[in-house]
């Protein structure tokens, strides 16, 4: 019987993309939870050899803003317990900051939207799934709230000058990125139609946005493929 991870769903819009691709192809089965659609989420992770949390419009810090938050808090908060390898992007890096001791909040500067570079901080060298990574690799932002404060057992992994909690590891196997490695073509596109009024009252150009993120993508497949392949040998391990 294949290993199983936990993925979390919080929109159509934004699914595990490639980094689905890249946890399948190291062995991982994917068991797809869309709370959004009607799904029940699991009581416990019994059975699961990790867990993910994608991304969405939701509010980490207000569980009023979708039904499942709560019990998605629960989950993370149990596999961090129990050292279960989980990964978060986006909010789903927000509700692991929440659910760990940490703090969200609607951001200071603005929202993050587009390509952008990151920096990695010098302990990231250390990580088991960070440490090779670019000194400063380019991400897909999208996101209007952010991580205001690290959890008491996070370790900061990489920073911006805009928002520095970036990505972050509690403990010894959760990790959080604020950012999208998992994007495709087709996704940003969807993003950039979806969030086109936004955009334009931040004095943003949805097409614009667009045009200097889709030539990005490859790169941040080639860097970001493999920190995710470690991830599903990680879970395959335990």
């Not at 416990?44 to 949390?53: I, K, N, P």
């Amino acid at each position: 019987m294949a290993a199983r991870a936990l993925v979390i769903t919080h929109t159509e819009s934004e699914d595990a993309g490639r980094l689905g691709d890249w946890l399948t192809e190291e062995g991982l089965e994917l068991v797809v939870v869309a709370p959004w659609q009607g799904d029940v989420l699991p009581p416990t992770l019994e059975g699961f050899a990790a867990l993910v949390v994608m991304g969405g419009p939701q509010q980490a810090y207000d569980d009023g803003s979708a039904p499942w938050l709560r019990a998605t808090k629960d989950l993370l908060r149990a596999a961090v317990a129990t050292k279960l390898p989980t990964f978060g992007v986006c909010l789903g890096a927000q509700l692991l900051a929440e659910a760990t001791g940490g703090r969200v909040s609607e951001g200071e500067q603005g929202p993050e939207l587009g390509a952008k570079l990151v920096a990695k901080r010098d302990v990231a060298g250390n990580d088991p799934l960070f440490w090779d990574l670019p000194l400063s690799p380019v991400v897909v932002q999208w996101h209007w709230d952010a991580v205001r404060e690290l959890p008491p057992a996070a370790t900061l992994l990489m920073s911006s000058p805009t928002y520095p909690h970036q990505a972050f590891r509690v403990g010894d196997r959760a990790w959080g990125i604020q950012f999208h490695i998992e994007i495709d073509a087709a996704m940003v596109g969807r993003w950039a139609e979806q969030d086109a009024d936004d955009l334009r009252s931040q004095g943003m150009d949805p097409q614009a946005v667009l045009d200097r993120t889709l030539p990005e993508i490859e790169e941040i497949g080639e860097v970001w493929s493999e920190v995710l392949r470690r991830f599903a040998r990680l879970a395959l391990e335990a």
